[in-house]
């Protein structure tokens, strides 16, 4: 495995390769396989250090490269593995790595992972992952229909932690600010408070560009956020400039939100094709709730130029009769 440069290095193993060079993120994917079969070989032989020397540097990789489901599963064992050596890199895998995505499927496993993580974070007295849990508490609560609940406690964090004067030397804990601004986001944004979620996310957008993060998940959410406000050209202008860097994951969203700029610019062709390119991502990330919005667009779509062809006929047939 590859060291990361010194100068992206954050000082805790589970984050030093979040702000690894993108490309070079890429080209390992198709390592994968064999990085895999390494890793599985190093936990069935009982090599926790290894196994857990190699997973820590792919971690984030894996949510770059959309194997969710694998992300999972690996951090569960690893998880094991950490705690079984005493790592505090467990606390980590419990609320971000599984944490993350878990707060995507909105699973009754989520809550459970954060208590476990909570544990973890407190015995090593971890203060920032305790920060990150809390931000992920939050949308927990919001998700759940709580949404006083959820911005009480982003509320706090943002009165004890001073996210707007977080050190540039202290990389981890500008990597958290950048969380709990992206779940205030995502809290005010399930409370329909669309123009004060966008706010947060800008925040969010800020700190991850000062650190090095790629920036293709926050200006997808932008430019979804600026569809639903029907400021098309801003929307488009975020959702190209998510594509230069966007990971599998994200691309599926930023291609459906782009055929729904193009289906508002009468574009309905293209907004065909990319909704047609939409659904085959989201099926191939196995996102099925997904797929069903994708052909509900794509329904419409085809009624739409069903309707444009019948009225194009329909002025042909009259400016016939003129004549």
């Not at 909570?118 to 229909?145: K, N, W």
């Amino acid at each position: 495995m590859v060291t990361p440069p010194k100068k992206i290095e954050v000082g805790v193993p589970y984050w030093d390769y979040l702000l690894f060079d993108y490309a070079w993120a890429q080209s390992l994917e198709q390592e994968w396989d064999n990085l895999d079969y390494v890793i599985r070989r190093a936990l069935d032989e009982g090599r926790d250090a290894a196994a857990l020397e190699l997973f820590l540097p792919i971690v984030h990789f894996l949510n770059v490269w959309g194997l969710w489901d694998k992300r999972l599963q690996l951090s569960r064992e690893m998880c094991q593995a950490a705690s079984r050596l005493r790592d505090p890199s467990e606390a980590w895998l419990w609320i971000d790595a599984m944490g993350y995505i878990l707060s995507h499927q909105r699973t009754s496993e989520w809550e459970e992972v954060l208590k476990k993580g909570r544990v973890v974070a407190e015995q090593f007295g971890l203060t920032d992952a305790l920060i990150l849990a809390m931000s992920h508490e939050a949308l927990l609560h919001s998700c759940m229909g709580d949404s006083d609940l959820a911005i009480e406690k982003i509320e706090s964090i943002l009165e004890q932690f001073d996210v707007d004067s977080v050190p540039r030397y202290e990389k981890v804990r500008q990597i958290v600010a950048a969380r709990a601004f992206a779940s205030a986001g995502w809290v005010y944004r399930l409370k329909g408070e669309t123009v004060r979620a966008k706010e947060f996310f800008e925040r969010e957008l800020e700190l991850r560009r000062s650190i090095g993060e790629n920036p293709a998940p926050v200006l997808a959410r932008l430019g979804h956020l600026s569809l639903r406000l029907k400021d098309v050209p801003s929307a488009e202008k975020l959702l190209i400039e998510a594509l230069e860097t966007a990971g599998p994951k994200d691309l599926a969203q930023i291609n459906y939100d782009l055929a729904s700029v193009a289906r508002r610019k009468g574009e309905v062709q293209k907004a065909r094709r990319l909704g047609e390119l939409a659904l085959e991502q989201f099926a191939r990330l196995g996102r099925e709730r997904d797929v069903r919005k994708c052909q509900e667009l794509l329904d419409r779509l085809s009624r739409q130029c069903i309707e444009t062809t019948d009225q194009a006929e329909r002025e042909e047939g009259h400016q016939t009769d003129e004549e």
